[in-house]
């Protein structure tokens, strides 16, 4: 995720208006939780500053684990907190709230979700209607049905979290997962729909999902000149302008400004503290907090980070000329997309010249800078 994750954690980015990790709390409370512990490190003041001591009238506690040695020894952390049954999820997942109310009601369970590539996935085999072992990323998968990351554990299992050291050099949460179905029946569930959202372009087809999720709902100030169509939320101290269309799904936060004139459509979150301005059209595009589009721009399927200042005329490309998916570099490596249409990653406080030009795929790292009339090829 990075630049996106250089100020924030991961899980703390913004999906829709909250955290992804604000979702999968959602999701464990609608299904019953009585108390949520988050397994905290990097970065945890922003967790701590957002859920506080309750959630939805769920308390709230904190582990931090001091030395990072897999998912195992995240859970183990917590180990004084677990009193019965207990349920883990990844603060960096979305799943579907129907699905994990169901993985809590047939515990002990594991979530799982069918796959057209289960060989990259741990593949759950099924008899007699409980799971008889997980194979990793097998070569042979015998089936379609992959782990989603999701588990409720009976309360035996706080013995078993003592795993060692895989040979990647971490405790696993699946190793203990394997001693689980040795010793109880284990349900599957099948979720419509996770996602472990990792990548910048998850960042986005994540808010694709949850923006759809919406009903529409206007507290902010809408111009009786705007045109809000569909499904929009425009948060109370939001404001469209003259002139202005919002097509929904759309999201525009507190403290946002839409307009005058400007074109705001699919599925795009605008952030707090966000600047569309005149003559600006923003596309199926995430906006995080305090970004400047001033005027004359045009942003298409993008991730731009917070405070960012776009420079008059900033135009970016989304598309490649030889139809192909869009790659993007991450860890050195470009990665394809899989995506048509994709346009640039965008890090914390980067600055455009006017009438600069992104090209698709390109990502800016935090506090790059462009000249006036530049055209990005590359990332910097």
Same mark, same amino acid.
């Given at each position: 995720?990075?630049?996106?994750?250089?100020?924030?954690?991961?899980?703390?980015?913004?999906?829709?208006?909250?955290?992804?990790?604000?979702?999968?709390?959602?999701?464990?409370?609608?299904?019953?939780?009585?108390?949520?512990?988050?397994?905290?490190?990097?970065?945890?003041?922003?967790?701590?500053?957002?859920?506080?001591?309750?959630?939805?009238?769920?308390?709230?506690?904190?582990?931090?684990?001091?030395?990072?040695?897999?998912?195992?020894?995240?859970?183990?952390?917590?180990?004084?907190?677990?009193?019965?049954?207990?349920?883990?999820?990844?603060?960096?997942?979305?799943?579907?709230?129907?699905?994990?109310?169901?993985?809590?009601?047939?515990?002990?369970?594991?979530?799982?979700?069918?796959?057209?590539?289960?060989?990259?996935?741990?593949?759950?085999?099924?008899?007699?209607?409980?799971?008889?072992?997980?194979?990793?990323?097998?070569?042979?998968?015998?089936?379609?049905?992959?782990?989603?990351?999701?588990?409720?554990?009976?309360?035996?299992?706080?013995?078993?979290?003592?795993?060692?050291?895989?040979?990647?050099?971490?405790?696993?949460?699946?190793?203990?997962?394997?001693?689980?179905?040795?010793?109880?029946?284990?349900?599957?569930?099948?979720?419509?729909?996770?996602?472990?959202?990792?990548?910048?372009?998850?960042?986005?087809?994540?808010?694709?999902?949850?923006?759809?999720?919406?009903?529409?709902?206007?507290?902010?100030?809408?111009?009786?000149?705007?045109?809000?169509?569909?499904?929009?939320?425009?948060?109370?101290?939001?404001?469209?302008?003259?002139?202005?269309?919002?097509?929904?799904?759309?999201?525009?936060?507190?403290?946002?400004?839409?307009?005058?004139?400007?074109?705001?459509?699919?599925?795009?979150? $605008? %952030?707090?503290?966000?600047? =569309? #301005?005149?003559? !600006?059209?923003?596309?199926?595009?995430?906006?995080? &907090?305090? @970004? /400047? $589009? %001033?005027?004359?721009?045009? =942003? #298409?399927?993008? !991730?731009?980070?917070?405070?960012?200042?776009?420079? &008059?005329? @900033? /135009? $970016?490309?989304?598309?490649?000329?030889?139809?192909?998916? !869009?790659?993007?570099?991450?860890?050195?490596?470009?990665?394809? @997309?899989?995506?048509?249409?994709?346009?640039?990653?965008?890090?914390?406080?980067?600055?455009?010249?006017?009438?600069?030009?992104?090209?698709?795929?390109?990502?800016?790292?935090?506090?790059?800078?462009?000249?006036?009339?530049?055209?990005?090829?590359?990332?910097?």
């Amino acid at each position: 995720m990075r630049p996106l994750s250089n100020e924030v954690p991961k899980p703390m980015l913004t999906v829709a208006g909250q955290p992804i990790v604000g979702h999968t709390a959602e999701a464990a409370v609608e299904a019953g939780a009585d108390e949520l512990v988050m397994v905290v490190g990097y970065g945890q003041e922003t967790v701590r500053e957002h859920f506080g001591s309750s959630y939805r009238g769920v308390p709230v506690s904190y582990v931090e684990q001091d030395e990072q040695q897999g998912t195992a020894d995240a859970v183990r952390a917590a180990e004084e907190y677990i009193d019965g049954a207990f349920a883990v999820l990844y603060g960096d997942n979305l799943y579907d709230p129907d699905g994990i109310d169901s993985l809590f009601d047939a515990a002990p369970s594991i979530a799982s979700i069918r796959v057209p590539n289960p060989g990259n996935y741990g593949v759950l085999n099924v008899a007699d209607g409980a799971v008889a072992e997980i194979v990793e990323k097998p070569d042979a998968p015998r089936n379609d049905l992959v782990n989603a990351g999701a588990y409720v554990f009976p309360a035996e299992a706080r013995d078993m979290l003592d795993v060692p050291l895989s040979e990647r050099g971490e405790r696993e949460l699946t190793d203990v997962l394997d001693r689980v179905i040795d010793e109880f029946n284990v349900s599957p569930v099948t979720l419509d729909r996770w996602m472990d959202v990792g990548r910048p372009w998850e960042l986005l087809e994540a808010n694709e999902w949850k923006l759809k999720t919406f009903d529409r709902r206007i507290d902010g100030d809408v111009s009786d000149d705007a045109t809000v169509q569909g499904d929009v939320v425009v948060e109370a101290g939001a404001t469209v302008r003259d002139g202005s269309v919002v097509e929904g799904p759309a999201y525009v936060s507190k403290g946002a400004t839409v307009g005058p004139n400007a074109y705001v459509r699919g599925c795009t979150f $605008v %952030g707090p503290g966000v600047h =569309v #301005g005149h003559a !600006v059209e923003i596309k199926n595009s995430v906006l995080l &907090a305090e @970004t /400047n $589009v %001033g005027h004359l721009s045009y =942003v #298409g399927d993008s !991730v731009v980070g917070r405070r960012v200042n776009f420079g &008059a005329g @900033t /135009n $970016v490309a989304n598309l490649r000329h030889d139809d192909e998916d !869009v790659s993007v570099t991450v860890k050195g490596d470009r990665v394809s @997309t899989g995506r048509r249409k994709f346009g640039v990653v965008v890090g914390d406080d980067v600055k455009t010249g006017i009438n600069t030009a992104l090209n698709a795929g390109v990502t800016l790292s935090e506090g790059a800078q462009t000249a006036p009339g530049e055209t990005v090829t590359t990332d910097r």
